[in-house]
């Protein structure tokens, strides 16, 4: 199918504990995007990406890693989950800078 | 960095009233501003979109009007309807691979 899909949809781990978040997109977009949202902190950008190898961080990047080996994928990886990382995540993608922007459904991840 | 400031935080209005959400931006060369709407549990989708070209925009029921010279936007729904009741968010960016980043939301709710 196309579009922007996020893989898990929920879940659950333990504080200390490495997990990756996975972004697919089948448009061949440029960019990529990873948010996180709290309540009351709308969409808080954690990193982007401009093109396959091109990285960059965000307004919130301590505590998480990615990587873009292929342009249609875009992991987001916990190094050590925090409490604090609780939240849901969104992925997103754009064409071509300043046009739509493309969501992912979200993941919904919380850490104990 | 680019820092996106949006008020209110929330707004209710009698359906059939309008809704006007404001916006400013602080990065002078940012020059794309949409506006995202997010319906509860689901993901951000784009509503309308103003270029710094551009000082005002319509689609039906929704307008978004910019003021470059004092670096803020607006969005304006007439004529509400329930449906519309959504977080709104505004956004801002740059034309060159920089920040995409988004106000903290403001929760609608369009009263029957």
Redesign the interface.
């Known amino acids: 199918d196309a579009g922007i899909t996020q893989s898990p949809r929920y879940k659950i781990t333990e504080t200390g504990r490495q997990v990756t978040l996975m972004c697919h997109q089948t448009w061949s977009h440029s ?1 990529m ?1 990873w ?1 996180r949202q709290d309540l ?6 954690i990193y ?1 990406s ?1 093109a396959a190898d ?1 990285t ?1 961080k ?2 919130v990047p301590d505590g998480y890693v990615v990587s873009r080996s292929k342009t249609e994928n875009f992991p987001l990886t916990l190094e050590s989950a925090t409490r604090s990382q609780t939240s849901v995540y ?1 992925c ?1 993608s ?1 064409g071509q ?2 046009t ?2 493309f ?4 993941t919904r991840l919380t850490v104990v | ?1 680019e820092n996106v400031e ?1 008020h209110p935080s929330t707004l209710s209005v009698q359906e059939g009233d309008s809704a006007v959400i404001k916006c400013t931006y602080s990065d002078s060369a940012s ?2 501003f ?1 506006w995202y709407k997010q319906e509860l549990g ?5 509503i309308i ?1 103003i ?1 710094s070209n551009v000082g005002e925009k319509k689609d039906q029921r929704i307008a978004v009007t910019l003021n470059k010279t004092a670096k803020h936007f607006s969005l304006h729904i007439t004529e509400t309807q329930p449906e519309d009741s959504a977080v709104y ?1 505004c956004a801002a ?13 403001t929760r609608l709710s369009v009263l029957p």
Request: aromatic share 22%.
């Open positions: 960019y995007f948010y009351g902190h709308g969409l808080r950008l982007y401009a091109i960059d965000g307004e969104f997103a754009m800078m300043n739509e922007a969501f992912g459904q979200g | 960095g949006q020059n794309y949409p689901k993901r951000p989708q784009l979109d270029r968010f960016s740059k034309s060159y691979g920089q920040n995409f980043v988004f106000g903290p939301g």
